[in-house]
C-alpha cells in the first residue's frame, strides 16, 4: 500500500522518500517497527517510504563530557573530591539505537559509578601517584560495560583531586618534618666526617711540632685579614720552655 502510494502521489511524495546524511552521521531504518538492514545506511543519498519507514540518526563523531566532582572514600578511609573527563564514540549506529535507550546519557550516568567503584579500592597515596595506571583502569571497565551498546570508550582522564584542607594541612606538617629530620641527619653526619678529620689531624700534628706552629701561623694570617683591631695570639706552651731551658 505504500509503494503504490507513493507511485500514485509520485511528483510530491519524491520529497518525503528521499533522506540525506551527513559524512559523520548513519541512519538507522525501522519499517513496521522492525530494523530493515544489519547495516545502517549512510553516508549520501537514500530512499525510504514514507508511510512505513521511520528514521533515526547517529551521529558517529567523538563526544567528550565532564565527570562531576564526586566524593569518594577511598580504601584507607580518607574522603576525596575527584572529577574527570571521558571521550566515547558509537561504532555500531544499530546497538546504540535497539540495546539502549539514550546510550549517551547511559555512558554519563555508568562514568560516574565506575569513578566511585574504581577509586574506592585505591589508596590516597596510589591516587595522587598513578592517575595515568587508575585512567586505564576505568577506560577498560567503562568500554567493556558500554559494548552492548554499540559505544566505544577512547580514553579516560582524571582532572583534579581535592584533599580536605585539614588533611593538606597535615600533609604540609609531615613533609616539613620530614625535611628538618633529613637536614640534621646530614648535620650530624658533616660533624662526624668533621671530627674524624680533626682526630686525623691531632695524630699528624702531635708526630710533627711545627705542624702545629705553621697551623698557629695560619690562624694569625686569617685573623689579621678580616682587618679587626684586636689580635690574639697564642702563643705556644714549647717556645717558653725553651727560652726557659736556654736561660738556665
Wanted: proline share 4%; charged share 25%; aromatic share 6%.
Amino acid at each position: 500500500m505504500s509503494v503504490i502510494f507513493v507511485m500514485v502521489t509520485f511528483p510530491l511524495t519524491i520529497f518525503f522518500c528521499v533522506k540525506i546524511v551527513k559524512e559523520y552521521e548513519r541512519a538507522v531504518i525501522f519499517r513496521l517497527g522492525r530494523i530493515t538492514d544489519k547495516k545502517a545506511k549512510g553516508p549520501g543519498l537514500f530512499l525510504i517510504l514514507p508511510c512505513t519507514d521511520n528514521l533515526v540518526k547517529v551521529d558517529l563523531r567523538t563526544v567528550s563530557f565532564e565527570i562531576p566532582p564526586q566524593e569518594i572514600l577511598t580504601r584507607d578511609s580518607v574522603t576525596v573530591s575527584v572529577d574527570g573527563v571521558v571521550y566515547f564514540r558509537v561504532y555500531c549506529p544499530i546497538s546504540a539505537v535497539a540495546n539502549v535507550f539514550n546510550a549517551h546519557s547511559s555512558t554519563r550516568l555508568l562514568a560516574q559509578t565506575t569513578l566511585r567503584n574504581v577509586l574506592g579500592t585505591k589508596n590516597l597515596s596510589e591516587l595522587l601517584s598513578d592517575r595515568e595506571g587508575i585512567s586505564l583502569s576505568m577506560q577498560e571497565t567503562l568500554d567493556d560495560a558500554t559494548h552492548p551498546w554499540g559505544i566505544k570508550v577512547e580514553r579516560v582522564e582524571i582532572k583534579d583531586v581535592k584533599l580536605p584542607q585539614q588533611l593538606q594541612r597535615a600533609m604540609a606538617a609531615e613533609a616539613e618534618a620530614s625535611r628538618e629530620a633529613r637536614a640534621k641527619i646530614i648535620a650530624a653526619e658533616g660533624e662526624m666526617n668533621a671530627s674524624r678529620a680533626l682526630k686525623e689531624a691531632s695524630v699528624v700534628m702531635s708526630d710533627s711540632p711545627c705542624a702545629l706552629q705553621l697551623r698557629y701561623l695560619q690562624t694569625l694570617n686569617t685573623i689579621a685579614a678580616e682587618k679587626n683591631s684586636t689580635i690574639i695570639f697564642p702563643l705556644p706552651v714549647d717556645v717558653i720552655q725553651h727560652f726557659m731551658q736556654w736561660k738556665a
